[in-house]
């Protein structure tokens, strides 16, 4: 009962989120010195009074700022985020076709984080001080300190351009076709179609986007998870596990790593929002076709109902994200309640 | 202190050395660069690394290596200058929520929940967009990125403070509540910001490489690493114009993320209790 | 516990497995023919299309994916000087030059089967006018349009039109498929621009003659063109056109050279330079129509010093245009003023050698009372021009303008923001780009004073009233040899006296791997995609 | 008599909000809930009872840290509760407080000097020469020498700290002392030594304390009246003989056998109670210890007894006591 | 040393030394300790913070923190020295042959798992019973310990529970294998008084049930009084004086003992000024010269501070380490 109160609460929160966020780009619009009309129309038409003035009035420009706001919120209410001034596809359909590739690599590349961080966190914490700790904590370091978008130059021409080993940019190789779209992940969706070699293909070109992708997390995941386990390892009821004549390995397993894996859950949520954010760079490089991309475009055009749609967006699945891993926290704590 | 530290933890020695190379390089950038970081040379473009060029030249011919060096200045000032202002807005602001408590914190961390939950990177891009690519567009747009995680670990601190006996003793002997907060609250709940602060420094400079790697730093001529790495995309074949300043940004950034780290572990009671 | 353990160690044994069995089973660098036997063209590029709606798309890589899909009644085959019949068998041209008529091919149809008629034509037309796209300033001149009878179309024009022929090669005069686009929500009404809810269906499907049909598309991704079977004239050799979003030229490049794919469209010179030795690859190289030029504000209260004519000739003096050649690539040269080489009536280029004169500048710069020099801003937008990086060149240009004194501040912005001060005409020193809107140099006469390019630079017609009569003339004027002799004059005259400084008339780099041909450049379609075929 | 009162305690409320503020159905936890009790000039007050009875709650709130939903605290015939800012931070000067855990109560990053400053700094009196002396002469008295002022509080060991603690108390001058469980972070032995400095002071500065402890055996020895508190209620109050020698309340019955008996010759029967305390959320009706209570009668569940005099100057609340 | 104590000693600790080395110095916690335990005898060790209580029992289980702690000395426990067992058979006897108590309840238990389960993990581990069989046999000692609802409690988790509830769990837990030796570190320390009460009933009873050992270390004598047969008192990480319970109340006979005796106000003792200790327990690293306690005794002479001395036995059952029992010893 706790835990659905709480789901309403945070749910709550996503409605003035929403508004906020869409608040802080409306602002935003109206305080840039350029004007997006200039922006989107071509040369010739901008000399037009008359094309200007339909443009406006198709984009709703000449009302004044908070009818404008409102308007929008009003078409939000109804899942109606607006239309792209760049693309003139409506947001929510640009936002379908962009957001699983995003999705597809972020989910990739936090597995890849949370299984070695977390393996990597537990060596080191069991063998602290040892070289081999020294060495975890040297490359954990080194995956929250490498800049991704050079990590990302620098496996391409390694490990593509160089001895070619791995796949080039793009979700999958060019000459194949991409899987009748279901989930629109590529490896599932080929999966789903029995087309093994094309799920292997997808699969194999989400390796570099998401090792370079996953770094930073996995270096975050190895290091919360070698002090959290550190710091479980000098509580009391280890002391009394040791007491009761329980293994090393047993006390470990069965007692530090369940109390130890609760805060790496809070850095895993956090990592996963980093993703997102780190993605606006790492589809550059890839040529990954993400809402990072279409971002980023979004941005350069003043394309304000695009923004607003992947701001919202990735507003949402941060505040999604983090309920979920309140909700793994109680699954994880018992001691957790809701409030 | 540190002497001490530095004995007992290897990866920690290292870090202090790579980021004091890293600050004398930047103090005395213009004494020791071989060339100007400005001066072009057509004729030379595209220079592989050489006893002459040891970084190698770029698309119009200036000297990798004395730009790479160059550039460690604009890196430490955007990492520092976000670091500080945002620490000092997130401390005023979750100082101020978590002493007053209540409803008005509620709102408040709500506002700062909001802005963690805003995309940065897209915000930075917007405001970049908008009002033009420049240094002090990048760092504002960091600061706002940044400030919300100094506010939450002050405000917990305040909180965690506030209910400290002797910010009673100091309530029973009538002190106002700018003297509690000032003089018995703040003082001890800085260090941990502080030390958050430290840490962040090499995620700071991480996070504005990525931005003039987007193109929303300073203009050119500037010498930011991003930048650069961004001109080693454009001229992929000739590795060394990327390859060079993407090494700087890393070796800065693992020397503090060194430093930081060891730090943490120094400072956290629960791991350096002995008994 | 060993339950646990054992867990995650199997799940990371899966992972491992996954990916090393994934990586040594495939040779990434190899591209097997599609097994089903169908041919396929895979080109790189860096699109800009937002829209395949022959209405709307007015982007510069538009009529490379529209060309083969929608006939237009007339098309380029190799040379802009000329356009040639395209889907119109024959056209008249009316004595005063107001009535034009096309006769079209017989028995035509459209990809769905359906018929094409002069209706069609009409109706196309008519549609580009309503909708007020981007590309609508092309029907401008248009008064009516008559279809006697299905073959047969007549327009009739406001006033006389020089460059009308070469405006009917665009896209917004492109032959839809009227029946199957009313059934998709198009229309021809007044309204349209309101009424026509089309756009997204043009976006994913396609109702044209041409040998193709878009058969996907998906933005940021892929454009894939498949044969249409119905096509009337000869068909293409590829069953499938596959145009891959790629906007780096570096991963273009590397694409390539894996043989990943078959043509890398957006290389900069240094990128041909990279694999000019390397096998299997073919570069290209073509003069482009694009012009990168310095805009010099001749209003004091904008410019300040850079208002003052002499300044701006002492600045043109001042440049190393051969050093900016380098920059931009072999191929690359610098016209006298804003008309293409290539174009009718142009001037031979500059001389890059001699081109630059300190001293000569510097003299100006003293005439002009700046012999201290002095400080201003240089506003460039981020991108890159025919694969040359504009902020590297503005570099350039504030390395050289030092040499006279002149001390530069580097603004960089996007495209987008920095369109507004431009067009708004408040920059004082800016670096900007320019390609023709219709390959005819009338198109160039915007530069002049009084005119919209002009204005932009706030070089009014007052300034310069023997340019802007020339211009004038220069616009109506039907007959070849006076019409030459007008631009010739035109450029002559802005050489010395001109608010702009044209640097670079670009060359265009690409590549393609050498077992195909037909990838000859046309800047009009870039690549026409009908004529490649392998070798 | 009513000249001897110091301190009046009438009908005190304290409840806390036990939700987030955002919650709609708030819940209280009632710590103090309607309490009332007299302390005399010089006499020595014990509060008992378990933990979270209310007592440390209690006393923070006649001191004026919390403000109390409900009730009086009258302080030498003037009602504090509704004091105004300046002549409530006066009157604090009157009232101090002295804490459990003496580490926590020193702000870690100050001198003892500065500690000991920080009320003259507060009220803005004395001269500089004056705090020097008066700050001289309470180290002297609580037994630190001078050479302790510069030193910051982990450089010293509990029993220190907490005469640091004892010496800021009394450096306004205050007539009342609260001390909330001074002496149970201390090791036996400093806790004797403590216990005496409180009664030496006492004599010598003429205090009334308030003394708030869970340890029946410190109440015993210190204390001239007590009252005994369960669940944020008052139970029994009485003078010392009238709760060691008198006990009427099961529950402080319950709580005086509990102590664990230090002679090995003397049995003592013990009167053990069943579970626990209740959460003070929730408290049990009627009688609040009715769930533990072994004299428990159908009455108690249903309704609350008062306090009620049943020997002079001796109040008990239960049903079972005439 | 010798100790002439029968060799039907449960435990034995002989010469005990535990320190620690720190960046401030060498921290000795404990002293050359030798304490002895016989079976079913409840045995009390009673201390101020820092007496080094706690790390003996914590050495008897080979728990201290190890590095940096340094351990020296025998621990006989059924003829066996523990110090020369492997960590594996070592292991094999805790929480089966000796069990522990500690003073928190709160953190002591694993928080993320049901006090069921933690009853179980020994028998699982250490008698090899079925879950089925370890299932009945944990409900059985929670029925023990005196919890209602064993069922219901089975299946919640530490933080469900109060205190005293928790500090049963562990008790049951402890005594899952039917141990040999009970050591019970402060186990009524964090709880309220009549909670203490409560538990302290409990395990007076249990000793009646269950036949083991009980050390029972704590800093509070009313409790030792209560519940012990015999007393070690220790200060500074060294045994001052040991005894037989009601003799050593009667007639402490270490300065110290007599000391920490007469200081505690209790409530039969006439209200009067209480006696007290002068000064602190010196800091670890700076031990005092001679005997330990010397700077805060009144019957302090200079031989006191001049040379440490010995544990003596001033008959079979007691000992003392003062010099002027070796001086009377010597007169005698």
């Known amino acids: 009962m706790g835990l659905l109160k709480y789901i309403a609460r945070r749910l709550f929160f996503l409605v003035f989120l929403v508004i906020g966020v869409s608040l802080v780009v409306f602002v935003i619009s109206h305080s840039v010195p350029s004007d997006p009309v200039l922006a989107n129309l071509s040369q010739r038409n901008i000399d037009n009074p008359e094309m200007v003035e339909a443009f406006k009035a198709k984009w709703g420009m000449d009302k004044p700022l908070y009818t404008q706001y409102f308007i929008y919120v009003g078409n939000l209410v109804q899942g109606d985020l607006g239309t792209s001034i760049r693309t003139q596809r409506p947001v929510l359909d640009d936002l379908k076709d962009y957001f699983p590739a995003t999705i597809e690599l972020a989910i990739f590349s936090i597995i890849i984080a949370i299984v070695f961080g977390m393996l990597f966190g537990i060596i080191s914490a069991i063998k602290r001080n040892s070289a081999m700790d020294q060495l975890i904590r040297g490359i954990s370091v080194l995956g929250v300190s490498v800049p991704s978008f050079w990590l990302g130059l620098m496996f391409l021409l390694l490990f593509y351009v160089h001895f070619g080993i791995a796949p080039g940019p793009g979700r999958i190789s060019p000459y194949l076709k991409p899987p009748v779209e279901v989930t629109h992940l590529y490896v599932i969706d080929a999966l789903l179609a029995g087309n093994w070699s094309l799920a292997r293909d997808a699969l194999w070109h989400l390796l570099l986007p998401g090792l370079v992708l996953g770094s930073f997390t996995m270096g975050l995941i190895t290091r919360t998870t070698r002090s959290s386990l550190l710091e479980v390892m000098s509580l009391d009821f280890i002391r009394t596990a040791r007491a009761k004549g329980l293994t090393e390995k047993m006390i470990i397993m069965r007692h530090a790593l369940g109390n130890a894996l609760i805060p790496v859950v809070t850095v895993i949520g956090i990592g996963f929002g980093n993703l997102l954010g780190g993605m606006v760079l790492v589809e550059t490089i890839f040529a990954w076709p993400g809402i990072g991309q279409y971002a980023y475009k979004a941005a350069g055009n003043l394309d304000f109902p695009a923004i607003i749609g992947v701001s919202i967006l990735i507003s949402i699945n941060y505040v999604v994200i983090n309920l979920l891993v309140d909700i793994l926290y109680g699954i994880l704590d018992p001691r957790v309640r809701y409030h | ?275 | 516990m060993r339950k646990n353990l054992r867990v995650l160690v199997a799940l990371l044994t899966c992972v491992l497995l996954f990916v090393v069995g994934c990586g040594g089973s495939k040779d990434a660098a190899t591209k097997p023919e599609a097994s089903d036997g169908t041919k396929q063209l895979i080109m790189a590029l860096d699109p800009d299309y937002e829209t395949f709606d022959p209405g709307l798309a007015y982007e510069v890589y538009a009529l490379l994916v529209l060309h083969p899909v929608y006939d237009t009644l007339m098309q380029f085959e190799d040379n802009l000087d000329a356009p040639i019949d395209g889907i119109a068998e024959s056209h008249e041209v009316s004595k005063d030059g107001l009535t034009y008529t096309f006769k079209l091919h017989k028995g035509v149809k459209f990809a769905s089967g359906n018929p094409l008629s002069s209706q069609d034509v009409k109706w196309s037309v008519e549609r580009s006018i309503n909708l007020k796209g981007n590309g609508a300033f092309l029907t401008d001149g248009i008064k009516s349009i008559e279809t006697p009878d299905p073959d047969t179309v007549v327009f009739n024009l406001k006033e006389q039109d020089a460059s009308f022929l070469t405006k009917l090669t665009y896209n917004a005069f492109g032959v839809i498929d009227s029946k199957l686009a009313m059934e998709n929500g198009a229309t021809n009404a007044p309204d349209a621009s309101t009424s026509d809810k089309a756009k997204l269906w043009f976006d994913t499907h396609s109702a044209g003659s041409g040998p193709y049909v878009i058969e996907s598309y998906t933005p940021k991704v892929e454009v894939v063109l498949a044969r249409n079977k119905n096509y009337w004239g000869e068909a293409p050799y590829y069953d499938k056109v596959v145009l891959k979003a790629i906007s780096d030229p570096g991963t273009q490049l590397m694409m390539l050279e894996k043989g990943d794919i078959d043509i890398a469209f957006n290389l900069g010179p240094e990128h041909v330079k990279q694999i000019q030795d390397k096998p299997g690859i073919e570069i290209k190289k073509a003069q482009s129509m694009t012009l990168t030029f310095l805009l010099m504000n001749r209003d004091p209260k904008i410019g300040g010093p850079i208002a003052n004519p002499d300044v701006q000739k002492a600045i043109r003096l001042a440049l190393d245009y051969q050093g900016m050649q380098t920059i931009a690539g072999e191929g690359s040269i610098t016209p006298v003023a804003p008309f293409q080489v290539g174009f009718l009536g142009t001037l031979p280029p500059r001389d890059p050698k001699t081109a630059q004169d300190i001293e000569k500048a510097k003299e100006l710069m003293k005439k002009a009372g700046y012999e201290k020099g002095f400080k201003t801003t240089l506003e460039v937008a981020t991108l890159a021009v025919e694969g040359m990086d504009l902020p590297t060149l503005a570099q350039k240009i504030q390395n050289d303008l030092l040499q006279i004194g002149i001390e530069t501040e580097i603004k960089t912005s996007d495209i987008m923001v920095a369109l507004d001060p431009y067009r708004k005409g408040t920059q004082a020193l800016s670096l900007w780009y320019w390609g023709p809107d219709y390959p005819d140099p009338n198109t160039q006469l915007a530069f002049l004073p009084g005119n919209p390019v002009g204005l932009r630079a706030n070089w009014t017609a007052a300034m310069n009233p023997k340019l802007v009569e020339l211009g004038k003339k220069a616009a109506v004027e039907v007959d070849k040899a006076a019409r030459v002799k007008n631009l010739e004059d035109i450029q002559k005259i802005m050489d010395e006296d001109s608010a702009f400084d044209v640097l670079l008339q670009h060359a265009r780099h690409y590549a393609t791997r050498d077992n195909i041909k037909g990838t000859d450049y046309i800047d009009l379609y870039k690549i026409n995609l009908k004529n490649v075929s392998a070798k | ?322 | ?332």
């Open chain 5, 1 to 332: 040393m010798s100790d002439d104590i029968g060799q039907d000693d449960l435990l034995r600790i002989n010469n005990l030394n535990v320190q620690f080395r720190t960046s401030e110095g060498v921290f000795r916690a404990v002293r050359d300790v030798s304490i002895s335990v016989r079976s079913g005898e409840t045995l009390g060790i009673v201390g101020e913070s820092g007496s080094g209580k706690s790390v003996t029992a914590l050495s008897i289980m080979n728990l201290v923190p190890n590095p940096p702690g340094e351990t020296s000395g025998e621990i006989i426990f059924n003829q066996q020295n523990l110090r020369e067992l492997s960590t594996e058979e070592v292991r094999k006897i805790r929480g089966n042959e000796i069990a522990m108590i500690f003073q928190e309840p709160m953190t002591s238990l694993n928080p993320i798992h049901t006090c069921g389960k933690q009853i179980m993990e020994p028998l699982l581990l250490h008698k090899g019973f079925s879950k089925k069989e370890a299932k009945a046999r944990a409900l059985e000692l929670l029925k023990l310990v005196g919890i209602p609802i064993p069922e219901q409690r089975f299946k919640e988790y530490p933080h469900q529970l109060s205190g005293g509830m928790r500090q049963r769990v562990m008790i049951a837990m402890a005594l899952a294998c039917r141990p040999k030796l009970l050591l019970a570190d402060e186990p009524t320390t964090a709880l309220d008084v009549t909670i203490q009460a409560q538990i302290m009933e409990l395990l007076k009873n249990l000793r009646k049930e269950i036949d083991s050992a009980i050390i029972m270390i704590t800093h509070d004598l009313g409790i030792i009084t209560e519940m012990c047969d015999r007393v070690v008192v220790m200060y500074a990480g060294q045994v001052v004086e040991s005894g037989p319970l009601k003799e050593l109340i009667r007639e402490p006979l270490h300065p110290y003992t007599e000391g920490l005796l007469r200081s505690i106000p209790t409530i039969t003792k006439e209200k009067q000024r209480l006696h007290t200790i002068e000064g602190t327990v010196p800091s670890p690293f700076e031990m005092p010269f001679g005997c330990s306690f010397q700077p805060r005794c009144n019957y302090s002479t200079s031989n006191c501070s001049e040379q440490a001395p010995d544990l003596i036995h001033v008959s079979p059952d007691r000992a003392v380490r003062c010099w002027h029992h070796v001086n009377e010893l010597g007169k005698d």
């Open chain 4, 1 to 322: 008599m009513e000249d001897n009162v110091l301190l009046q305690v009438q009908n005190l409320k304290m409840y806390f909000q036990s939700e987030s503020s955002f919650s709609f159905n708030k819940k209280y936890i009632k710590a103090v809930d309607d309490v009332s009790f007299e302390l005399f000039k010089g006499e020595t007050f014990g509060l008992v009872g378990e933990s979270g009875c209310g007592k440390s709650t209690l006393g923070r709130t006649i001191l004026g840290l919390y403000k109390p939903i409900a009730g009086k605290v009258i302080f030498e015939g003037e009602d504090i509760v509704s004091l105004k800012n300046n002549r409530m931070k006066d009157m604090r000067k009157k009232m101090q407080l002295i804490f459990q855990d003496p580490s926590a109560s020193l702000n870690p990053r100050k001198t003892i000097e500065d500690i000991l400053n920080e009320p003259f700094h507060i009220h803005k009196v004395g001269s500089k020469v004056e705090r020097k002396a008066k700050i001289k002469e309470l180290m002297n008295r609580v037994g630190l020498s001078e050479y302790h002022l510069s030193r910051y509080p982990h450089e010293m060991s509990g029993g220190q700290k907490q005469r640091v603690g004892i010496a800021r108390a009394l450096t306004l001058n205050p007539k009342l002392i609260i001390c909330d469980e001074p002496v149970s972070a201390l090791d036996v032995s400093i806790q004797a030594q403590v216990i005496n400095l409180l009664e030496d002071l006492q004599r010598e500065y003429d205090l009334t304390y308030l003394f708030i402890s869970h340890n029946l055996s410190v109440v015993h020895h210190i204390c001239n009246r007590v009252g005994v508190m369960y669940l944020g209620k008052l139970v029994e109050t009485g003078s010392h003989a009238d709760i060691y020698h008198n006990t009427q309340h099961p529950y402080a019955k319950a709580l005086i056998s509990a102590i664990p008996n230090s002679d090995p010759d003397q049995q003592k029967e013990r009167i053990l109670l069943k579970g626990d305390v209740p959460s003070p959320a929730n408290p049990p009706s009627g009688c609040r210890f009715h769930t533990r209570c072994p004299e428990v009668t159908d009455l108690c569940s249903q309704a609350e007894p008062l306090l009620k005099e049943v020997f002079p100057g001796h109040f008990v609340a239960c049903h079972g006591v005439e």
């Open chain 2, 1 to 275: 202190m540190l002497l001490r530290i530095m004995k007992n933890n290897f990866l920690f020695s290292i870090g202090i050395i790579v980021c004091s190379l890293w600050i004398v390089i930047a103090l005395m950038a213009p004494l020791i660069t071989p060339y100007s970081y400005l001066a072009q040379d057509l004729a030379h473009r595209f220079q592989a690394p050489s006893s002459l060029h040891w970084f190698g030249t770029d698309s119009i011919g200036r000297d990798v290596f004395s730009r790479v060096l160059m550039g460690s200045r604009i890196s430490l000032i955007a990492g520092l200058a976000t670091i500080i202002l945002a620490s000092i807005v997130g401390m005023i602001y979750g100082g101020i929520a978590g002493y007053i408590g209540g409803l008005a914190d509620e709102i408040m961390m709500r506002i700062s929940e909001m802005v963690m939950a805003f995309p940065g990177i897209i915000l930075a891009m917007t405001i970049a967009a908008a009002l033009g690519p420049s240094l002090y567009n990048t760092l504002l747009a960091m600061v706002i990125i940044w400030w919300p995680n100094y506010a939450r670990v002050m405000r917990s601190m305040v909180i965690a403070n506030k209910e400290n006996e002797y910010v009673e003793a100091a309530k029973s002997l009538g002190a106002s509540h700018f003297r509690i907060f000032f003089n018995e609250i703040l003082p001890n709940s800085v260090g941990p910001v502080l030390v958050l602060a430290t840490l962040d420094f090499g995620n700071a400079i991480l996070l504005f490489s990525g931005l003039s790697f987007l193109g929303l730093g300073s203009p050119p001529p500037t010498p930011e690493w991003g930048a650069m790495v961004a001109d080693g995309v454009l001229n992929f074949n000739y590795w060394w114009i990327g390859t060079f300043p993407g090494l700087a940004i890393l070796t800065m950034a693992v020397g503090t993320n060194f430093i930081g780290d060891s730090l943490r572990d120094f400072l956290d009671p629960r791991l350096r209790k002995e008994l």
